[in-house]
């Protein structure tokens, strides 16, 4: 079964219930209808992965001053409840998860007692902890870059970052571009000044997030502004910078046969643009494969080898192929058991893709030609983004909360799990056995922030 995907879930009722302070009253259950509007959720210690044997903390608040509440997880209530809300109905409960305790996601019942009784769900995901596993296999070397890197690509000879610090109006972003051999910054830009914000303040800059190079050119995507710029590839001056309002919530951008490729997050949009004429042609439209839904779109992987361009969807749970010779849909396929979609990763020769679920921490690997899902495998806590490898067809998954790469074998056997820093973000294969992948930061003394780490099988 799958289950929501966010963290923290606005509530859904599940029928009211009598409930007396410290439990459940038997009669009269449909006697009143309570309500809650407030928000619970659950991480652990310092808002890591919560994991077998470890702790998990619940956050939640809306509920009444004083208001009882019991937290229940497979009919029996957890140690401790019935908790009581503080005077600003705010509740903090810490629940210690057994050793042992499968990985998955649990739904935890949330009954409120006194005068306003009701119950909802929240869920609570306890991730698989991997540790270190063959770090011997690996070598890693890495350097400091941008402040919060975003995304990493690699092209023309060299390897190019992005990075933007904090929410808008946001003033601190830069892109550079690296020596593949050295790692040492050869070139770095801000962005030019964004317009005013609606209200007449500060826009901030362009700040660059996703990130693509075509021939002589790197495309980047400014998600805060709903745009595209392109930057020179020799020595990262701009050559356009496209209008706010272009692109929708812009995250990935991948070149092909000379056309960008760009996701408009959550919409059913991936947006086309010429490397030459420097204008955007008519965008893709997507449909989904669930009847009722729209497709949502978040990341993109090219399979150049097939002619064909892989589209992960966010709340649709599912995997969109275009055909890019005709520049059209060819299949939408449904990825049950995936929860949370936002990565993928497909084969240069499009025979297998791999998907990425926040929200259960499942890789889906699907078969390219049918859609079918071959296998799904849990991999520890928040994958986020992969990449394969092309000379040996290995996955390399960034695992945002486990502070690491998972590897996996084409079937997908874990072969590796490599320490690379605090919240490993995004992840590029150069075709040579590298794979590059940036980290952001746990805080200011966080010896490992803002890296660009490679690997290579040694």
Request: glycine fraction near 12%; avoid cysteine; aromatic fraction near 6%.
């Amino acid at each position: 079964m799958t289950y929501p995907t966010a963290r923290w879930l606005r509530s859904t009722a599940l029928g009211a219930m009598m409930i007396a302070a410290g439990g459940m009253a038997l009669a009269d259950p449909f006697a009143g209808l309570g309500s809650f509007d407030g928000r619970i959720g659950a991480s652990g210690p310092n808002r890591g992965p919560i994991v077998a044997g470890g702790e998990a903390e619940v956050q939640a608040r809306g509920f009444a001053p004083g208001q009882p509440v019991t937290l229940r997880q497979g009919g029996e209530a957890l140690a401790g409840s019935p908790f009581t809300a503080d005077d600003e109905g705010r509740l903090t409960a810490k629940l210690a998860i057994p050793a042992g305790t499968a990985a998955g996601v649990y739904p935890v019942v949330v009954e409120m007692g006194g005068d306003a009784p009701y119950a909802t769900t929240f869920d609570l995901k306890v991730s698989k902890e991997l540790g270190a596993i063959n770090t011997d296999a690996y070598s890693a070397q890495s350097v400091e870059i941008v402040r919060n890197p975003y995304q990493v690509a690699i092209g023309d000879g060299a390897v190019f970052v992005t990075g933007a610090v904090g929410r808008p109006p946001v003033k601190v972003s830069e892109l550079a571009k690296l020596d593949p051999d050295t790692m040492e910054i050869t070139a770095r830009v801000t962005p030019p000044a964004a317009p005013a914000r609606a209200d007449g303040s500060d826009g901030g800059v362009f700040a660059v997030y996703g990130v693509g190079v075509a021939p002589g050119q790197v495309w980047v995507t400014n998600t805060r502004q709903n745009t595209v710029a392109v930057y020179s590839s020799d020595n990262l001056s701009l050559i356009k910078q496209f209008d706010a309002g272009t692109v929708s919530h812009p995250r990935d951008a991948v070149y092909h046969d000379g056309k960008v490729y760009v996701t408009a997050t959550f919409k059913p949009l991936v947006h086309v643009f010429d490397t030459e004429t420097l204008e955007e042609m008519t965008p893709i439209t997507l449909t989904s494969s669930r009847r009722g839904q729209e497709f949502a779109t978040a990341s993109l992987s090219l399979a150049p080898e097939a002619g064909k361009l892989f589209v992960s969807s966010l709340r649709s749970d599912e995997v969109a192929v275009i055909d890019l010779a005709s520049g059209a849909q060819d299949a939408a396929w449904p990825i049950d058991g995936s929860d949370n979609t936002i990565g993928l990763a497909a084969s240069p020769d499009g025979s297998r893709v791999y998907t990425v679920a926040q929200g259960n921490d499942t890789i889906s690997i699907i078969d390219g030609a049918s859609g079918e899902v071959l296998r799904q495998v849990n991999v520890g806590a928040n994958p986020l983004n992969a990449v394969v490898e092309p000379q040996s067809g290995n996955v390399f998954i960034a695992l945002r909360n486990g502070h690491s790469v998972a590897v996996l074998d084409p079937e997908g056997e874990l072969l590796a799990n490599l320490d690379v820093g605090s919240t490993p973000n995004h992840l590029a294969q150069d075709g040579q056995g590298n794979v590059y992948v940036v980290n952001k930061s746990a805080g200011e003394d966080d010896p490992t922030a803002h890296q660009l780490t490679r690997l290579t099988a040694k």
